[in-house]
C-alpha cells in the first residue's frame, strides 16, 4: 500500500536523521574534550612558565647581592688561598643560579670554560696551568647535569690543590680512550690530607658522588709531579669518537 511505503520511507529518514545527529553529537564531545585538554595544558604552561620566571628573577636577586659581597670579599683578604677559596664559591653559586636556564654545551666548550676559570684562579694564587688536550678530544654534547658535574669535580680537585696541596703548578691531561674521557690533574704539592679529614673528606666524598652521577669513576693516587694526582673516567655521550689506546 503506498501509505506503508511512505511511512517506511519516513521511519528510514528519520533514523538516518538520528544516525547522523549521534555522530555529530559524539564529534562534538571530542572537539569540546580535546578543547578543554588543550587549554588545561596551556594553562599548566603558562603557570610553569611563571613560576620559573619568577624563580629565575629571585635567583637573579640573590646573585646580584650575595655575589657582590663575595667579591667584595675576596678584595678584603690578604691571602691568596683564602680569596680562591671564595671566588670558587662565587663560581658554585653562579652555577647554582645559571643551572635552570643553561644552554646546551659541547665537550669542547666546557672544557675551553674549565681551562679559562682554572687559569684564572691559579694566576690570581701565583701558580700555573699546565693544559695537555689530545688534539683529537671528541666534541660530543653534553647535557646540563653533566656539564655541571664536570665543572664541579675539576674546580673542587683545583681547591684541594691549592688549599692543601699549597700547589705552584698543576697539570691537566684530556684525552679520549675508546669510549671513554679521561682527565687526569696532578699538582706539585705535598699531597692531600687522608680522605675523610675535615673539609677535604667532604669535599672528595661530592667528587665521588658527581663521577657515579657521570656513569664513571674518580681515584687518587700519588703524582708524578710529587703531589696527587685526581684520575676521572667517565663514558662519553653517543657520537664518532676516535679509536685511541693508552694508559694513565
Given at each position: 500500500m503506498p501509505w506503508l511505503a511512505l511511512l517506511l520511507v519516513a521511519v528510514l529518514a528519520l533514523a538516518a536523521f538520528a544516525l547522523a545527529m549521534h555522530r555529530r553529537a559524539r564529534?562534538?564531545?571530542?572537539?569540546?574534550?580535546?578543547?578543554r585538554n588543550d587549554t588545561a595544558a596551556r594553562l599548566e604552561d603558562e603557570r610553569r612558565q611563571g613560576a620559573d620566571a619568577e624563580r629565575r628573577r629571585l635567583l637573579d636577586d640573590l646573585h646580584d647581592d650575595i655575589g657582590a659581597k663575595l667579591l667584595n670579599l675576596i678584595h678584603s683578604l690578604e691571602r691568596p688561598e683564602q680569596a680562591d677559596l671564595v671566588r670558587a664559591v662565587v663560581q658554585d653559586f653562579r652555577d647554582v643560579?645559571?643551572?635552570?636556564?643553561?644552554?646546551?654545551?659541547?665537550?669542547?666548550?666546557?672544557?675551553g670554560q674549565i681551562r679559562e676559570e682554572t687559569e684564572a684562579r691559579l694566576?690570581?694564587?701565583g701558580s700555573r696551568l699546565d693544559w695537555q688536550q689530545s688534539p683529537d678530544t671528541p666534541d660530543p654534547d653534553l647535557d646540563e647535569q653533566q656539564t655541571l658535574h664536570l665543572f664541579r669535580i675539576v674546580r673542587e680537585a683545583v681547591t684541594?690543590?691549592?688549599?692543601?696541596?699549597?700547589a705552584t703548578q698543576?697539570?691537566?691531561?684530556?684525552?679520549?680512550?675508546?669510549?671513554?674521557?679521561?682527565?687526569?690533574l696532578t699538582d706539585d704539592g705535598p699531597g692531600l690530607p687522608a680522605p675523610g679529614a675535615g673539609a677535604a673528606g667532604r669535599?672528595?666524598?661530592g667528587m665521588r658522588h658527581r663521577a657515579r652521577a657521570l656513569h664513571g669513576s674518580i681515584g687518587w693516587e700519588a703524582g708524578t709531579l710529587g703531589g696527587t694526582k685526581v684520575i676521572l673516567?667517565?663514558?662519553?655521550?653517543?657520537?664518532?669518537?676516535?679509536?685511541?689506546?693508552?694508559?694513565v
Open positions: 564529534a562534538l564531545r571530542k572537539t569540546l574534550e580535546r578543547l643560579v645559571s643551572r635552570s636556564h643553561q644552554d646546551a654545551c659541547t665537550l669542547l666548550q666546557a672544557l694566576d690570581a694564587c684541594n690543590a691549592l688549599r692543601h696541596g699549597h698543576v697539570r691537566m691531561r684530556i684525552r679520549a680512550i675508546a669510549d671513554e674521557l679521561l682527565l687526569d669535599g672528595i666524598a673516567r667517565f663514558p662519553l655521550p653517543a657520537g664518532p669518537l676516535p679509536a685511541t689506546t693508552g694508559r
